[in-house]
């Protein structure tokens, strides 16, 4: 008797497998919506464009852009991706209400066919009845009413019902049901607060995807959003993927609101890793793209990657203990589950030096992604002219960190000409800052000033050059690259009053002048705006 179950059991895996073999998961990449959105790591249009040409260089299959209504830049953002990214398809997020919707319609416009229209609207009971204020039927009406005003404006739709880990199983089936029919071709079933765990969200997806006929057939796709709340952000897609999902929405870092989303990285890395036991499951992803864009990222939205960090870390791949040393010495596999050059790690370039020449610098520029104007080329050649006489080797990340001054969207209306610090423990410390000002009434001015440090003297001068104070929010300094000579990266978040805040970076060799650097930056920003 037992050894009936046993064979009937062993020939189930296999059909299981037969089937897996020839399954695709899409790759939703969501960084510059989800990850957007989270405090602290607002990006201008440049900066999203930069981020958007690496997603399609790591071949993610969907990029969500951004959510169109919430404002002017960001339907700007998202149009301007829509019309410069050929390849993936780009999505555009929209509340269920028709302002939204045609938002986002005519953002994607641009992107033709590859346009997507993300329509969500909060089904669970909690939702419901505390922020909405509306009755099951309702929101079933709602939803079915926006997909087809979506369907009327783009030919692909997704659905959302929001916090549907939270929502009675029962009430997506019918969701489902009634999306599908509106036009929705795929259905994506948010953890919005990473309240779920790994086996019931399994069985969730499982549930649904037995009582939805057009999931069964093919004719529609579940798509799953995971939340890192209780760091099961990844555990959860992955135990969703095994029981038929078939699209993963993630983000680099597994950046994203409150404790972050997904990382994009970790659940391709686990399905190409574990092959064995994921069956043929496999997507299309770049892997060997994988390290240059969390660090892209990681610049761009100045949300720095912990060193810990599965597969981006830097100490992800660094073994100091002796015994795991000589095991990977014998034989990588003792203690490596990965090749770290498979997610792009170690095939660095050679460095340049101050006798790399403008040709070699703007060669570089653009294999690190970067698509610059001549004179943006000039202006980041004449500070790696700076950079170079100060410094032996000038890395990749040296060049991408000078390259970040110059990323922003309007000329700039201050640059940095000199500074002089004084400072010790027994003097008052005292800047002498000059600034050129390079839009309107071009002049030199100069000023002083002192401060409780060399950075507060340095930045209260240029306050009193630019006559527009900040109220310095935030301050983070960080070594680029290796070495005693590694340039500094100053990222600053200032206040000009009003209460938003400008973000600003800086790079230099001197940890005061990156400091007025960054602090400039911002107010050029805040100038543009
Ligand atoms: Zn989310």
Not at 333 to 345: A, L, S
Request: aromatic share 6%; charged share 25%; with cysteine.
């Amino acid at each position: 008797m037992q050894i009936e179950i046993k064979i009937k059991i062993k020939i189930k895996i296999k059909i299981r497998i037969k089937i897996m073999k020839k399954e695709r998961i899409i790759i939703l990449d969501t960084t510059l919506r989800d990850g957007e959105q989270c405090p602290g790591a607002s990006m201008n249009l440049r900066e999203k464009l930069t981020v958007a040409r690496q997603l399609l260089r790591l071949k993610v299959d969907v990029i969500e852009a951004g959510f169109p209504a919430a404002s002017n830049g960001d339907f700007v953002s998202v149009q301007t991706i829509a019309r410069e990214i050929k390849g993936p398809v780009i999505c555009a997020l929209a509340r269920c209400v028709p302002k939204d919707i045609d938002a986002a319609g005519a953002a994607v416009k641009p992107a033709g066919k590859r346009g997507r229209i993300h329509v969500f609207l909060a089904t669970s009971k909690i939702h419901r009845e505390f922020k909405l204020g509306k009755a099951r039927d309702e929101i079933l009406r709602l939803a079915v009413e926006g997909v087809k005003r979506a369907k009327s404006l783009a030919d692909d739709v997704e659905f959302s019902p929001e916090d549907a880990s939270r929502t009675e199983p029962d009430f997506l089936v019918e969701v489902s049901k009634a999306v599908i029919a509106a036009g929705a071709a795929t259905v994506n079933f948010p953890d919005t607060v990473g309240w779920a765990v790994p086996e019931e969200y399994g069985m969730l997806i499982k549930y649904l995807c037995a009582a939805v006929p057009e999931f069964r057939s093919g004719a529609a796709m579940v798509s799953v959003h995971c939340h890192n709340d209780l760091g099961l952000g990844v555990a959860n897609s992955l135990a969703a993927v095994a029981q038929g999902a078939r699209q993963v929405e993630c983000t680099i870092n597994g950046i994203g609101e409150r404790a972050g989303n997904a990382a994009l990285e970790e659940v391709v890395m686990a399905l190409r890793t574990r092959r064995d036991f994921f069956g043929g499951f496999d997507c299309g992803v770049n892997s060997r793209e994988i390290v240059k864009s969390s660090r892209l990222v990681a610049r761009m939205s100045g949300l720095a990657v912990q060193r810990s960090k599965a597969i981006v870390g830097e100490n992800a791949f660094a073994h100091s203990s002796g015994i795991h040393q000589d095991g990977i010495l014998k034989k990588r596999e003792t203690y490596e589950i990965m090749d770290p050059v498979e997610v792009g790690w170690g095939g660095t370039e050679m460095p340049l030096t101050k006798h790399s020449g403008r040709a070699a610098v703007s060669a570089r520029l653009r294999h690190l992604g970067f698509q610059m104007s001549e004179a943006e080329v000039a202006a980041v050649f004449a500070r790696f002219k700076e950079i170079g006489d100060k410094k032996k080797f000038v890395y990749d990340d040296d060049l991408t960190a000078l390259v970040e001054g110059q990323i922003t969207e309007v000329p700039e209306t201050w640059a940095l000409d000199y500074l002089n610090v004084t400072s010790g423990n027994r003097t008052v410390p005292t800047a002498t800052v000059r600034l050129q000002k390079l839009a309107g009434k071009k002049e030199a001015v100069q000023d002083a000033g002192i401060g409780d440090g060399p950075v507060d003297a340095a930045l209260k001068a240029i306050d009193r050059l630019t006559h527009r104070p900040g109220k310095l929010m935030d301050y983070s300094l960080r070594a680029v690259s290796q070495g005693k000579d590694a340039l500094g990266e100053v990222t600053v978040k200032v206040d000009f009053g009003g209460g938003k805040m400008v973000a600003g970076k800086g790079a230099s060799t001197d940890v005061i002048e990156a400091s007025a650097r960054a602090y400039l930056n911002a107010v050029n920003r805040s100038l543009a705006k």
